[in-house]
């Protein structure tokens, strides 16, 4: 079935849903913690505004995007099982069709929310007055890996969310996940791989070092972390194509 | 005959039970198929793999004509609407977008819409959240849904289930009206009798998986034969004449007889001396034919 006709579908299917108010209410809570960490920085920390707040907003994310990619995930999956939709749905739609569609919707949705945040930062930086060039490429760098992560998640949770009918089971994965997020910089490195939700930190163009004798934070641009994106993106296809196949074998 | 569903070997196993068994389904074209069977016989497993929904374990499915796979799957069921167990919704949209979805998947006009809604006479709440529907609603909107795009065969599993006396009615006369009005084929589904005796111009009987009957209502009807009963002067000397008849609480149950033979069978007792004391019709009711057939009571 053509793609963008699916799509198309999952928005209509969408209506009254308003998935999109969780992800604006989720920007507009990382905006205004970003505007409340620099109320009273002085000049030379506002030098630094592009990097804190690209570290800032992907540690941020590690916590609030599992949750929040949960909540999303699971209202669209939710509609399928209510009122079993999916006998008649798939006597006309190929499961494999609305796996995709339903994958897009939710990747649109995560884009939006991350596009969000970099226009947040933009202007943040234009009112506050940071005095370093835009860095683009951080800010590129930014949206890809902090997208690639998203739709990570937005995939496992909709594989349990589409296999499950009891949305407990998405949401509190979400949860546990934002949770390990938290938790994941005191893993050892190794392990920290293993939680998908350390890929915000670990994929971030911007890390952070902290003098303890002076009792200062800089940021510092990072080289790109190719071994961690290639590992995401091949775990990201091996779920993708995994979790596909499950799905189409599903009966209903 | 042209057949519009027909199976060879269907059958779906779970580990060790066996829902259907090597099942030889044929539905004829233009008239109502009622699948009969008690509870958990395997009739909504049947349904599930002719609509794509449940794979079979082995046997193959013919729909219109055509071998069903995975691959023509799709557009073979363009042609088919189906409503299997409960009804199948949205419940955050309202019956006409629930419509929308199903027009848009078959690429169908917009009017298709109304014309389904006013099939089922929900053309006034069209604009009405499905999940605020009643289950009468709900069902006819899954029919309405079945009935887009003019299918050539629908599917129909219990569709009477959880209805009001009222809505049962209604359902009934809307099944029985599709192969005139519209020119559809219907395969019913019903664990009641007298449901699929009112509907049904065929019947399938389903017993544990496997089909024990598959014939027309009419063929059905005539298991129901009747015989003749007697009660004479002397019963040990009438049987022994009569070497077919029964024993039962002292009459004589005799098999079914051509009226020649019944003639013969009372001028012998008459020459033999033995007088007919008592003589009465027996006829095996449609209840006692389900029940031999399945092993059940039937629901009536
Ligand atoms: N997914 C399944 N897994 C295991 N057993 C199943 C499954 N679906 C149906 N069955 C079994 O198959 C049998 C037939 O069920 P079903 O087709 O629903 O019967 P009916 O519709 O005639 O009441 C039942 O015994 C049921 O337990
Ligand atoms: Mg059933």
Redesign the interface.
């Known amino acids: 079935?053509n793609a963008m006709?699916a799509l198309k579908?999952e928005f209509?299917?969408a209506?009254?849903?308003r998935y999109w108010l969780i992800a604006a209410a989720i920007s507009a809570v990382q905006a205004l913690w970003l505007i409340w960490g620099l109320r009273n920085m002085d000049a030379s920390q506002l030098a630094q505004g592009y990097l804190h707040s690209l570290y800032q907003f992907a540690v941020l994310n590690s916590i609030v995007l599992p949750v929040m990619t949960g909540v999303l995930v699971s209202r669209m999956c939710d509609?399928e099982h209510?009122?079993?939709?999916?006998?008649?749905?798939?006597?006309?739609?190929?499961s494999g069709s609305l796996f995709d569609a339903k994958f897009f919707c939710a990747g649109i949705h995560l884009a939006a929310v991350v596009g969000f945040q970099i226009a947040t930062i933009l202007m943040v930086g234009q009112i506050k007055g940071f005095s370093t060039p835009k860095p683009a490429g951080a800010l590129v760098w930014y949206f890809g890996s902090q997208l690639l992560c998203s739709l990570f998640l937005a995939l496992f949770l909709q594989i349990l969310a589409l296999r499950h009918i009891n949305q407990f089971i998405p949401l509190s994965a979400g949860l546990i996940t934002g949770f390990l997020g938290l938790m994941a910089m005191f893993f050892p490195e190794g392990v920290m791989r293993l939680v998908p939700s350390a890929y915000y930190g670990l994929l971030s163009p911007v890390h952070m070092d902290w003098n303890r004798a002076a009792r200062t934070v800089s940021y510092y641009q990072v080289p790109f972390p190719i071994m961690d994106c290639m590992l995401l993106t091949a775990a990201l296809v091996i779920l993708y194509w995994f979790g596909r196949k499950q799905f189409m074998?599903r009966?209903? | 005959m042209d057949y519009c569903i027909t199976t060879e070997n269907l059958t779906k196993r779970y580990g060790q039970e066996i829902p259907v068994n090597h099942i030889h389904l044929a539905v004829p074209a233009g008239a109502v198929y009622g699948f009969l069977g008690p509870n958990g016989a395997g009739k909504t497993t049947t349904m599930k793999m002719l609509l794509g929904l449940v794979h079979p374990t082995e046997g193959s499915i013919s729909v219109l004509g055509q071998n069903v796979n995975e691959k023509n799957r799709l557009s073979i069921l363009r042609k088919v609407g189906s409503l299997i167990e409960s009804p199948s919704y949205y419940g955050h949209l309202t019956a006409r977008e629930n419509l929308e979805i199903v027009r848009s998947l078959r690429n169908l006009p917009k009017g298709e819409i109304d014309e389904a809604l006013d099939a089922v006479r929900l053309t006034g709440t069209g604009n009405k959240q499905a999940a605020k529907f009643s289950l009468g609603m709900k069902q006819r909107l899954g029919i309405a849904a079945a009935l887009m795009g003019r299918p050539k065969l629908m599917i129909l599993d219990e569709p009477t289930n959880g209805l009001d006396p009222a809505g049962i009615q209604e359902m009934r006369k809307l099944i029985k009206s599709l192969p005139a009005q519209y020119g559809i084929t219907v395969m019913v589904s019903s664990h009641l009798l007298s449901e699929i005796d009112q509907i049904a111009d065929y019947v399938g009987i389903i017993r544990k998986g496997e089909l024990v009957f598959q014939d027309t209502l009419a063929a059905l009807h005539a298991k129901s034969n009747c015989r003749l009963a007697l009660r004479t002067s002397n019963n040990e000397g009438a049987a022994a004449l009569l070497p077919k008849a029964k024993h039962a609480e002292g009459w004589l149950i005799l098999p079914q007889l051509t009226d020649e033979k019944a003639a013969a069978a009372s001028l012998l007792l008459a020459q033999k001396g033995i007088g007919i004391v008592r003589m009465e019709v027996r006829e095996k009711s449609l209840e006692d034919i389900f029940l031999e057939m399945t092993g059940t009571e039937a629901a009536l």
């Not at chain 1, 209510?82 to 190929?94: C, D, E, I």
Request: aromatic share 8%; hydrophobic share 35%; no cysteine.
């Open positions: 079935m006709k579908l209509y299917k209506r009254r849903k509609i209510k009122g079993s939709a999916l006998r008649t749905l798939f006597t006309m739609q190929p074998k009966e209903v």
